[in-house]
């Protein structure tokens, strides 16, 4: 848990998050920061599917772009200038580290040369002020995906820059990242992964209020856009059995360019000897692969303007939506700051509910099972895993799921990754009221 009242003076009050591997090794990824050069907090969620190459390298990257994004023409001038005259950087991020998190995100040589690449063009445009929160977000994650589609495609030299380009492009990673500045937050959403608000109204009930839409098979609207952008002798073939081409269940995601590049372009890359056995590539043209790309990074930007009654946001991988419903996710959320002695319900100036009394003394009698959680992305991990078909708490269920082999976890579970982040409702309140 990191309390950001003293570290950033912004509507964030702190953010909680944990992660519980089911891959070997975990194919999840995130990332907390703040941008130095604008005001903001970035947060992440990047869930990794063939390999966890990909969504490493958008974990470590996504936030730079976004941030030199939001840049004015002043101190992107600065930047290169500082660049043309071998002389430092202004700093860009600070990164909030997680526990045990042992990779610093710095950017390496070739990967700053691309972020410069993109702020020359930027510098192009000639703009006063950055792009707004939602082009910067739009235009990094596809900036950022052509940087990976590219990088592999580049003649490098250095033998374990080019395997590790290749294992980023060839493997993918679905993205959530929310922009929180002040009263704004912006989420961009390409993929699975889900955003959603714990909101309390005045009257003490919470309800959940989703900020993304699942990119996949389900989601009527990525069906029509697909049909839209393949020939219509492809609508039986696009999705089939629930998933792209037959592959892959996200809709949209990084890397992947086995569903993005022609096949030609996949041969002559392949044929530049590298050892894909080796390197763990996933070598496989599906059948129906006519007119790629099929695969997309452009994320859905949702804008919400924060209100003293969102008192929370959720960032999970699917491993955590897999078992439980958004709803559920609040609930528990809620239950645990009740616990924790934060949002305690006043039943003395409320009419008692008796379905709240209910899930009072439910709560109460279920927190006996264990040792109170130390944080609530702990508690949601614990209830996905751990929970039956009712979601009451099985200790049973989730000694088992927790001790399941190595080779077997996947086979029951996903990696799940999650963070929570507490909204300051009384800075909230404040901006409003001064406003």
């Known amino acids: 848990m990191i309390d950001l009242n003293s570290a950033v003076p912004n509507s964030v009050l702190r953010f909680e998050s944990n992660q519980l591997a089911a891959n070997s090794p975990v194919e999840d990824r995130r ?29 470590e990257r996504l936030f730079y772009y976004v941030a030199v994004s939001l840049m004015s023409h002043q101190t992107l001038e600065q930047m290169e200038g500082a660049m043309e005259n071998m002389k430092p950087l202004l700093p860009i991020l600070q990164w909030l580290k997680h526990p045990g998190d042992s990779i610093y995100k710095d950017v390496t040589s070739v990967h700053l040369d691309h972020l410069r690449v993109y702020w020359q063009e930027l510098l192009d445009l000639h703009m006063e002020m950055g792009l707004s929160i939602e082009e910067a977000l739009m235009y990094s994650f596809q900036r950022l995906d052509s940087d990976i589609s590219l990088e592999i495609q580049a003649p490098l030299e250095d033998e374990v820059a080019k395997n590790l ?22 989420v961009a959403n390409a ?16 309800s959940c209020l989703p900020l993304t839409c699942d990119h996949n098979a389900w989601n009527p609207s990525e069906l029509s856009r697909l049909k839209r952008e393949h020939p219509e002798s492809e609508d039986k073939t696009i ?19 086995q569903l993005k ?20 590539i996933y070598q496989f043209t599906p059948p129906h692969y006519y007119t790629p790309p099929y695969l997309t990074a452009k994320p859905e930007v949702t804008y919400h303007r924060l209100r003293p009654q969102d008192k929370f946001l959720v960032l999970a991988s699917d491993g955590l939506w897999d078992m439980l419903g958004n709803e559920d996710v609040v609930r528990l959320v809620v239950g645990h700051l009740s616990k924790a002695g934060c949002h305690k319900p006043d039943l003395a100036q409320r009419p008692a509910n008796l379905g709240l009394m209910q899930s009072l003394l439910l709560q109460r009698k279920a927190s006996g099972l264990h040792a ?13 895993i751990g929970s039956n078909e009712y979601g009451e708490m099985e200790p049973e269920r989730l000694t088992a799921m ?20 507490y909204f300051n409702s009384d800075s909230i309140d404040a901006y409003y009221k001064g406003s």
């Open 31 to 59: 990332g907390v920061a703040s941008c130095l050069q604008t005001s903001g907090l970035m947060f992440g969620i990047f869930d990794g599917h063939g390999g966890h190459a990909c969504a490493q390298a958008v974990s």
């Open 165 to 186: 380009s290749l294992q980023v492009a060839f493997s993918g990673a679905t993205a959530c990242m929310a922009h929180v500045n002040g009263v704004h937050l912006h």
């Open 191 to 206: 993929g699975d992964c889900r955003a959603i608000l714990g909101v309390q109204e005045d009257n003490g009930m919470w």
């Open 239 to 257: 999705i089939i059995d629930d998933r792209l081409l037959g592959v892959l269940m996200p809709c949209r995601a990084f890397g992947d360019v």
């Open 261 to 280: 590049w022609s096949k030609e372009l996949q041969r002559n890359v392949l044929e530049r000897g590298f050892d894909t056995e080796a390197l763990n």
């Open 372 to 384: 109170a959680d130390q944080n609530a992305a702990t508690h949601l991990i614990r209830h996905a």
């Open 402 to 421: 927790l001790t399941l082999p190595e080779d077997l976890a996947r086979m029951y579970r996903d990696d799940i990754t999650v963070t929570v982040v």
